[in-house]
T-cell receptor, first 106, second 122 residues
């Protein structure tokens, strides 16, 4: 099974900060990675697929990069609406989610 | 734009079978573009993929749940369903249905239902 490890588990930041979340795979997954945003009591929302492709309608301050085993989600300038929990998900072999990164207000 | 809605009993007794249905609107469940899947999230915890199915009946299950899971598609009703047998308290979670983009296998989730809390308790 492919394990996905996110870091940090919690991140404290301020509006306007540049934020980076890391996701590591236990083996190479090429670029078969997606990122989601989840707010309390809501379903996750797709942000990025194929490691760096921005889903339609998602603000351009979100970007993804990486390949192989190491990936990053970057928010270039954190907005009030961005405080949420973020998950990565691999789809190279079956489907596996990372443990999540909560972005909270500093 | 697809819309998905979960339905089913909110309380299931231990050792029984959890059954949920997801109704799809705004598109055909027989679309060659989509797979259909279930995800769960225990209270305060992360997301876990349960399994996915193509309209033709091809299924993909989380190896850790495979022995207890059945996902099926009803094209006549534009619905798909989940059955999870021999449930315990550890199966208490919010269960989501979702559509997946895919190719030769399911890829990522693009549309999600609102989720339904299933509690396993006697």
């Amino acid at each position: 099974d492919i394990q996905m490890t996110q870091s940090p588990s919690t991140l404290s930041a301020s509006v306007g900060d540049r934020v980076t979340i890391t996701c590591r795979a236990s083996q190479s997954i090429s670029s078969w990675l997606a990122w989601y945003q989840q707010k309390p009591g809501k379903a996750p929302k797709l942000l990025i697929y194929k490691a760096s492709s921005l889903e339609s309608g998602v603000p351009s301050r979100f970007s993804g990069s990486g390949s192989g085993t190491e990936f990053t989600l970057t928010i270039s300038s954190l907005q009030p609406d961005d405080f949420a929990t973020y998950y990565c998900q691999q789809y190279n072999t079956y489907l596996t989610f990372g443990g999540g990164t909560k972005v909270e207000i500093k | 734009q697809l819309q998905l809605q979960e339905s089913g009993p909110g309380l299931v007794k231990p050792s029984e079978t959890l059954s949920l249905t997801c109704t799809v609107s705004g598109g055909s469940i027989s679309s060659s573009t989509y797979y259909w899947g279930w995800i769960r999230q225990p209270p305060g915890k992360g997301l876990e993929w349960i399994g996915s199915s193509y309209y033709s009946g091809s299924t993909y299950y989380n190896p850790s749940l495979k022995s207890r899971v059945t996902i099926s598609v009803d094209t006549s009703k534009n619905q798909f369903s989940l059955k999870l047998s021999s449930v315990t308290a550890a199966d208490t979670a919010v269960y989501y249905c979702a559509s997946l983009k895919g190719g030769s296998s399911p890829y990522y989730f693009d549309y999600w239902g609102q989720g339904t809390l299933i509690t396993v308790s006697s």
